[in-house]
C-alpha cells in the first residue's frame, strides 16, 4: 500500500463524515413532515403527486397494509418494465432499431431492477433503447431506492413510537423520498457529471474510425441522468457495458471520487437520521462506528493483496525474482486512469452497499481481494450499505446484538427502551435465514448443473467463485459480478431472477411485522441492568455478530473458493 492510495481514502472518509450530519438531520425533517429549505421550490410538486394520485397526507398504515402497498407498487411496477421490453422495437426513441428483449432477460432485467439489485446479464448497448433506458430502468432506479429507504423509516418508527398501530404512510414516505431527496440529488449529480464529460444526448450512435483504420461504434444517449441517480440510489446498472469503467460514464479521477461518495451519502446519512428519530443521535453514530470499523478492514484486505499482485508472475519470468510477484501490483482488470487504490476503494465501496456499480473487473482480483465483495454482500451489505436496506440491516444485527447480550446477562434483552421478545427475534431471525437459505440453495443446485458449468469463463476453485457470487450478487440485491460468469441462459436468468425477488421482500416483510410489533410496545424505563447501546462496547459487539453470523454461514463456501484459490495460487497451482 502506498502514501498516496492511502491518502486519498482517508479523504473520501473525511467528506463523508462531514456530510454524514446534515443530509440525516435533513433526511429525518423530510420524513416527519416537517419544513425544510427545499419546501418553497417543492412543495407543490408533492402535493400535486397527493391529489393525482388521490394520497392522504395525514393518513397511516398498519404494518400489513404498509408492506400491502410495497408489494402491490413493486408488482406493478416490475410488470410495466418487461412488457416496456418485450415490446421495445415498436416504440419510439430507439435510433439503432433494437430488437425487443427475450422472456426471460426481460423477466431477469425487470426483477433486477424492481428489487434494487441491476444485475445485468444483457450488453445494454446493443440491448435497450433510449426509451426502455429512461422509461423502463432510470425510473426503477428512483422507485427501488424509494422503496428501501421507506422500508426502514417503517422500521426506525417501530423503536421511535410506542403504544400505536401504524407505522406510517408507504405512499407518503415514497413520495417525500422521491421529491426531496433524490430528485434534488441526482439534477445536482447529473449536472456534475456533464461538467466532468460524462454524455447526456439523444443522438444515434456515432461511427467512427479507429487508427488501424477500422470501424468502431460510439455508443450516445441520456447517460449522465441515469449514472446520476444509479450511484445515488445504490443501484448499479450501467448505461454501458463497461460501466464506470467506460469513460463516458466516469470521465475523470473527481466523477470516480464522486460516485464513490454518491454511494455512501444517503446510507451514512440516514444513520443520523435513525439518531435524530429515535431522539438520541449517539444511537445513530453507534451504527455509524460499527459500520466504519467493517469498512476500513475490508478496505486494508482488499487494498492490501491487490498491492501485492500475483507471486507466480515472478516464476513464469513475467515479472522480477526480486519482487517475488507483480512489482506494480495487480493491475489486471482495472482502469490505468484510477490506480489500485482507487480501484480497491471502489470495489469494497460498491459491495458494502448494494450497488453493484464497478469501475474494474472483480473477475480479475486476486483470491482474497475478490473474498472481501463477495462477502461484504453475504453479510448483508450492512457497512453502511444500500439507500434503506444499510440501516434496516445493521438494525436487524442491533436486535441479535442485544439479544445475544440479554442472554450473557440473565435479563430480556432491549433496544431504545423497547423489550425484545420472542416475535421479534423469530422474524429477525427469518430475515437472515433467507439470504443464507437462498445464496447457498441456488449456488450449491447450480454448481451440479452442467447449464450453469458451461457458462464459466473459469475453472476449479475460481469457477465456484463465479457461481457463489452470481447468486449472493442476486440474492444480495448487489448487481455485480465476476464478469466472467455468462449469465443470460434461460435457467440463470430465471432463477437469479427469483433469487434477487427472494432477497428482497422474504427479508423486507418479516422485517416490517418486527417493526409492527414493536410500535405497540411501551417504553421501558433505564435501569442500572439496561445494556447501554451507544458505546465502544456495544459497537464491538456489533461488529462482532455481524461477523460471526457470516462466518458461520457462509466459511464453507468460501473455503471451496476464494480461500482455496489463495493457498493454490501460493502453491504455484493455476486455473484457466
Known amino acids: 500500500m502506498t502514501a498516496n492510495g492511502i491518502l486519498q481514502i482517508a479523504l473520501y472518509f473525511v467528506v463523508l463524515v462531514a456530510l ?18 427545499m419546501h418553497r421550490l417543492l412543495r407543490p410538486l408533492e402535493a400535486g403527486v397527493y391529489k393525482v394520485c388521490g394520497i392522504d397526507e395525514a393518513g397511516e398504515q398498519h404494518w400489513t397494509s404498509y408492506a400491502g402497498a410495497l408489494l402491490v407498487f413493486s408488482a406493478l411496477s416490475l410488470l410495466f418494465t ?46 435497450m ?54 430528485l434534488p440529488l441526482a439534477v445536482v449529480g447529473a449536472l456534475l457529471l ?9 443522438q444515434p450512435y456515432t461511427t467512427a474510425a479507429t487508427v488501424e483504420g477500422t470501424a468502431q461504434t460510439i455508443p450516445q444517449g441520456p447517460l449522465a441522468s441515469q449514472e446520476a441517480i ?34 455512501f451519502i444517503i446510507p451514512a446519512g440516514l444513520t443520523y437520521t435513525f439518531g435524530k428519530m429515535v431522539k438520541d443521535t449517539r444511537q445513530g453514530w453507534a451504527l455509524f462506528a460499527a459500520m466504519s470499523v467493517l469498512f476500513f478492514a475490508g478496505v486494508a484486505v482488499t487494498y492490501h493483496f491487490e498491492q501485492a499482485g500475483n507471486p507466480n508472475l515472478a516464476k ?20 490505468v486512469r484510477y490506480g489500485i487504490a482507487n480501484s480497491a476503494l471502489f470495489t469494497v465501496i460498491t459491495t ?117 457470487y452470481a447468486y449472493s450478487s442476486a440474492t444480495g440485491n448487489n448487481g455485480s459480478a465476476f464478469a466472467g460468469f455468462n449469465a443470460n441462459t434461460p435457467y440463470l436468468d430465471t432463477t437469479m431472477g427469483l433469487a434477487m425477488l427472494f432477497g428482497r421482500f422474504l427479508m423486507l416483510i418479516p422485517l416490517l411485522a418486527a417493526a409492527g410489533s ?26 462482532g455478530v455481524v461477523v460471526i453470523v457470516g462466518a458461520l454461514t457462509f466459511f464453507p463456501a468460501l473455503s471451496l473458493g476464494p480461500v482455496v484459490e489463495h493457498f493454490l495460487m501460493h502453491a504455484g497451482r493455476l486455473w484457466s
Open 194 to 202: 456533464v461538467s466532468q464529460g460524462a454524455i447526456q444526448n439523444f
Open 352 to 468: 458494502d452497499a448494494s450497488c453493484g456499480a464497478v469501475n474494474n473487473v472483480h473477475d480479475s482480483l486476486t483470491p482474497l481481494g475478490g473474498l472481501v465483495p463477495m462477502i461484504n454482500i453475504e453479510l448483508g451489505e450492512v457497512v453502511f450499505g444500500g439507500v434503506g436496506s444499510g440501516l434496516y440491516g445493521m438494525l436487524l444485527f442491533a436486535v441479535l446484538a442485544v439479544f445475544i447480550a440479554g442472554l450473557m446477562v440473565g435479563r430480556t434483552p432491549e433496544y431504545l427502551g423497547k423489550k425484545i421478545e420472542q416475535k421479534e427475534v423469530k422474524m429477525v431471525m427469518l430475515a437472515v435465514l433467507v439470504l443464507a437459505f437462498t445464496i447457498l440453495g441456488f449456488a450449491g443446485a447450480g454448481a451440479n448443473l452442467g447449464t450453469v458449468g458451461s457458462s464459466l469463463g473459469n475453472h476449479g476453485p475460481h469457477g465456484f467463485s463465479e457461481i457463489l
Open 316 to 335: 513464469l519470468g513475467i515479472e522480477s525474482a526480486a519482487t517475488a510477484g507483480q512489482s506494480g501490483g495487480n493491475m489486471e482488470g482495472k482502469e
Open 230 to 263: 444509479k450511484m445515488i440510489g445504490t443501484n448499479g446498472g450501467g448505461f454501458t457495458n463497461a460501466n464506470s469503467a467506460h469513460p463516458y460514464e466516469n470521465p475523470t479521477p473527481f466523477s470516480n471520487f464522486l460516485q464513490m461518495l454518491y454511494i
Open 82 to 127: 418487461y412488457l416496456l421490453m418485450r415490446i421495445q422495437q415498436w416504440l419510439p426513441m430507439n435510433p439503432q432499431g433494437l430488437g425487443n428483449v427475450g422472456e426471460h432477460l426481460a423477466f431477469n432485467t425487470a426483477a433486477s431492477f424492481t428489487t434494487n439489485t441491476n444485475w445485468q446479464s444483457y450488453t445494454p448497448e446493443t440491448t
Open 518 to 543: 414493536l410500535a405497540q410496545k411501551k417504553l421501558v424505563p433505564v435501569s442500572a441492568g439496561t445494556f447501554p447501546t451507544h458505546g465502544p462496547l456495544f459497537v464491538v459487539l456489533l461488529v
Open 20 to 37: 454524514t450530519r446534515p443530509l440525516g438531520a435533513y433526511m429525518a425533517k423530510v420524513f416527519a413532515g416537517e419544513r425544510t429549505w
Open 129 to 182: 433503447s433510449y426509451l426502455s433506458q429512461m422509461i423502463g430502468l432510470a425510473t426503477h432506479n428512483f422507485w427501488s431506492a424509494a422503496a428501501g429507504i421507506c422500508v426502514a423509516i417503517a422500521f426506525v418508527r417501530g423503536f421511535a413510537r410506542h403504544s400505536m398501530k401504524t407505522l406510517g404512510s408507504f405512499w407518503v414516505d415514497f413520495t417525500r423520498c422521491t421529491v426531496y431527496i433524490l
